[in-house]
């Protein structure tokens, strides 16, 4: 679709927004919020006809694009069928949607807690491990996001907790394995795995193991930096849970759904949870929703006990039609394989000759459509190109960065030190190759920055 210039009506929608709509993590007016006229495939435009590639896959969910006709079709028909029904019953759209969730998960995560996203999924994967242990605490890494609710924040590892963490949330955080800026003085991926496991054992040590309910991972850490565990790792601590009794919770918000090449990142690793929390790919975001996948262990302990939780619209037949659509579309089309192969023969090559050449770029590390870049200030000291956590003039660099990335025609993720590189799963060869020419771009802003 050829974007259509229409200045007036972009400026009544940005005068709204300004006017009512309250940002989530952000100082209100602190911020400009683009007025986005419409979407489809890899870009999304403005009203001043403005079109972008999204590398941020909108907040790292549209892994199929904007506006897929088969799932806008699907969401449409559910609509005239039946729009809404109560989560009590047996509905054709839920059931279905459940069951092609449960045959792509790994191991026997058969049963399917639909939530509305993946905050809420997180928070009941807590609660069904407490009940399911009869323990207080879950241990969490620092370096990790899990969601915006309140138990879900005290669990995320970084300092969007700090705000709304009271110290009562019986969470407990460690170091999770991250060679390129090791807790751990590790010189080598096995050291620094088998440190972070030594590390992980110690804590459940001091903390008393029988107070332990849950571990909870992202299988692959997202917002943090899309950084891959090492070989080992996640196998070490299924085996630290089962030593102990500890349920083991990966959260798969981000990275399941095709966006590693695989359908969930924990098929990389060949490990199996007993709880697995997802969200954003499972439909695309066309429509909220989230869930538990659930081992049949943990599922027994709620036959004959109610399960105390539940949502008003958990599995509304709107999300799980976009959901049963979505996976119809990534098996047809071969979005996941796309993933896998574009990664492996376009990201990953051109994203480490950037490396090469930009002295801001610190490292590089991804698989499939989930890749990030660390950026530094000087690459021998791998001094950060910003402070940590910083904002205002202390950012400016990252800032700049993230604005000669948008006026060349890409939308980046950028965090911290961080710019990812996550566009739809179904993006072209084509597409990848302009974005990657405009950030290569972006990174000699970047570059000023550096000593």
């Not at 435009?45 to 199929?64: A, F, H, M, P, Q």
């Not at 990275?255 to 490990?271: C, E, H, M, P, S």
Request: one cysteine or more; a negative charge.
């Amino acid at each position: 679709m050829t974007p259509q210039p229409d200045p007036q009506a972009g400026a009544a929608v940005k005068a709204a927004d300004r006017a009512h709509v309250f940002h989530s993590w952000s100082a209100q007016e602190l911020i400009d919020p683009l007025a986005v006229a419409g979407a489809e495939g890899s870009y999304f435009w403005d009203y001043e006809g403005k079109r972008y590639l999204d590398l941020s896959s909108g907040l790292v969910y549209t892994n199929i694009g904007y506006q897929h006709p088969k799932v806008v079709a699907a969401i449409q028909e559910q609509a005239a069928k039946l729009a809404t029904f109560a989560p009590a019953f047996a509905v054709e759209a839920r059931s279905e949607a459940a069951r092609l969730i449960a045959e792509r998960t790994p191991g026997d995560l058969d049963k399917i807690f639909f939530t509305n996203g993946g905050a809420d999924a997180v928070e009941h994967a807590v609660r069904m491990a407490r009940l399911h242990t009869g323990r207080p605490k879950v241990l969490s890494a620092y370096r990790s996001y899990h969601g915006g609710t309140q138990q879900a924040v005290n669990i995320t590892g970084d300092p969007r907790r700090w705000a709304s963490d009271s110290g009562t949330a019986g969470v407990v955080h460690f170091w999770a394995p991250f060679l390129y800026r090791s807790r751990f003085y590790a010189e080598t991926e096995e050291q620094e795995c088998a440190r972070a496991l030594e590390h992980l054992e110690t804590t459940i040590a001091f903390e008393g193991p029988g107070t332990v309910a849950a571990i909870i991972l992202e299988t692959i850490p997202g917002t943090a930096g899309i950084m891959m565990p090492p070989a080992g790792y996640l196998a070490g601590v299924r085996e630290i849970c089962d030593k102990y009794g500890i349920v083991f919770v990966l959260d798969e918000v981000m990275a399941g759904f095709g966006r590693t090449g695989t359908w969930f990142a924990a098929d990389l690793y060949d490990v199996v949870p007993d709880l697995m929390t997802f969200a954003k790919g499972v439909n695309s975001g066309y429509v909220p929703l989230g869930g538990v996948a659930i081992s049949g262990e943990i599922a027994a302990t709620f036959a004959e006990r109610p399960y105390p939780g539940g949502l008003t619209y958990s599995g509304h037949p709107l999300a799980c039609a976009a959901a049963v659509a979505t996976i119809g579309v990534m098996e047809e089309e071969g979005v996941v394989e796309n993933a896998a192969r574009l990664g492996a023969e376009v990201v990953e090559p051109a994203l480490r000759e950037l490396a090469e050449r930009h002295p801001s770029v610190g490292d590089v590390r991804g698989t499939g459509m989930f890749w990030a870049l660390e950026l530094v200030k000087n690459r021998e000291t791998r001094e950060p190109l910003v402070p940590y956590n910083a904002t205002g003039q202390a950012a400016t660099p990252m800032s700049a960065f993230a604005a000669s990335a948008k006026a060349h025609g890409v939308w980046p993720f950028v965090n911290m030190n961080r710019t990812h590189v996550v566009p739809p799963c179904t993006v072209s060869e084509a597409e990848l190759k302009e974005g990657l020419a405009a950030l290569d771009t972006a990174l000699s802003v970047a570059d000023e920055y550096t000593e």
